[in-house]
């Protein structure tokens, strides 16, 4: 029998993995149905493609849900872990509420995971890339309904891709979106649903032509506190003597971001104050530094959040900050890191070294937060090889 796990695949230039989406032996399905109250047995498909009806309300409704998760090897090549788990299984959870879909239970989605991973485990970077499989549960109405009801079924999915670095630690420049509002307060902004994302991919598209590398949500309200980066969680430092303190934003419109999380469990254990509460977008200037925290970059540093706003308005904080700059009319820029530096500040580095050594197996996880993943994980499903059923 060959060792497990097998070493990555020769197929792919492993320095030159990318973010983009490249073909794996299969992924992962269970299919609900609400007449039985059941989970069919997890399955692995031999192909990347999903069969469902066109009238499923996943297509019509926007009745989905999905997540996203990374596996690592660890030093040697010998072990892979998956980071986290449990934790995205409960998110799922909260967002399967919110959308009103069954529950996938914990057990099933860390089998689910794990499996996924485990037969495609030939496709998990090598160690020294620090690079890693991203990994997409998806859930979603799937039979057919053409009222505004529930469905019979629904299916749950994982798909696993092998993808590089992507952001490293290359400040970008931020842009905040007034001209359009994410989510409601007693919308769906906490839940990690398709439809909190698709309409902002206009303004972010526009925002990366001139030059901003991501987006920034204030409430819909008031427009006057920070909610998150369209991709990401909010993290704002400060330093004032030998204390630091991170501060995340308290908003109901903000999904619970994993990384963002353990970012500010790293930072407790070093002693650092960590602080949830609204934050003004007033406050912007008054920070050290600036990062955005989620799944596929893990911690990027902001250069700079520029607004655009008059500045003869109450909200303008031009002229109130050595930080505060403005390039032109009705815009101004709270600037963190000069253009004359090319890496991430201090606070992000130690932060981000510390996440990327628990996630690689260079730094001992004393939170527990890696799951091993093995052999049996994918020998333990039943496997197809003619697409969906």
């Given at each position: 029998m060959d060792a497990f796990p097998p070493a990555p695949v020769?197929?792919?230039?492993?320095?030159?993995?990318?973010?983009?989406?490249r073909e794996v032996n299969g992924h992962i399905e269970s299919t609900y149905s609400v007449s039985t109250g059941k989970w069919t047995p997890l399955k692995f498909v031999a192909d990347p493609f999903m069969r469902i009806h066109g009238m499923a309300p996943a297509l019509n409704y926007g009745q989905q849900a999905y997540e996203g998760l990374k596996a690592f090897r660890a030093p040697g090549d010998d072990k892979i872990t998956v980071f986290r788990a449990d934790k995205n299984a409960k998110r799922?959870?909260?967002?399967?509420?919110?959308?009103?879909m069954p529950r996938v239970p914990e057990d099933l989605f860390l089998a689910a995971v794990k499996a996924a991973v485990s037969l495609n485990a030939g496709y998990v970077p090598p160690h020294e890339t620090g690079a890693a499989m991203y990994i997409r549960p998806q859930l979603y109405g799937s039979s057919a309904q053409l009222g505004l009801n529930p469905p019979e079924e629904y299916v749950f999915a994982v798909f696993v891709i092998p993808t590089g670095v992507y952001h490293g630690t290359h400040p970008v420049n931020a842009l905040i979106l007034d001209d359009f509002d994410r989510a409601a307060p007693n919308g769906t902004g906490h839940a990690k649903v398709g439809g909190n994302y698709a309409p902002v991919l206009r303004f972010s598209d526009r925002a990366r032509n001139e030059g901003y590398g991501i987006t920034l949500h204030l409430d819909s309200v008031r427009h006057e506190d920070i909610d998150e980066f369209s991709t990401?969680?909010?993290?704002?430092?400060?330093?004032?003597?030998?204390?630091?303190?991170?501060v995340v934003p308290d908003s109901k419109c903000v999904i619970d971001s994993v990384t963002s999380d353990s970012i500010q469990e790293i930072a407790r254990s070093f002693g650092w104050k960590v602080e949830k509460r609204v934050i003004k977008y007033s406050e912007l200037p008054t920070f050290t530094e600036v990062m955005a925290a989620g799944t596929a970059a893990a911690l990027v540093p902001i250069r700079s959040i520029t607004r655009r706003?008059?500045?003869?308005?109450?909200?303008?904080?031009?002229?109130?900050?050595?930080?505060?700059?403005?390039?032109?009319?009705?815009?101004?820029t709270v600037t963190y890191i000069p253009e004359s530096q090319e890496d991430a500040g201090e606070i992000c580095l130690k932060l981000l070294s510390t996440l990327k050594g628990i996630q690689l197996g260079k730094i001992e996880d004393k939170f527990g937060w890696n799951f091993a993943v093995s052999e049996a994980d994918g020998a333990a499903v039943e496997k197809e090889t003619n697409g969906s059923a």
């Open positions: 020769d197929t792919i230039d492993w320095s030159n993995v990318g973010f983009k989406v799922l959870q909260h967002s399967a509420d919110v959308v009103s990401s969680g909010f993290i704002g430092a400060k330093v004032e003597g030998g204390d630091v303190t991170l706003v008059d500045a003869s308005s109450p909200q303008s904080v031009a002229g109130k900050h050595e930080r505060v700059s403005s390039a032109k009319a009705g815009e101004e």
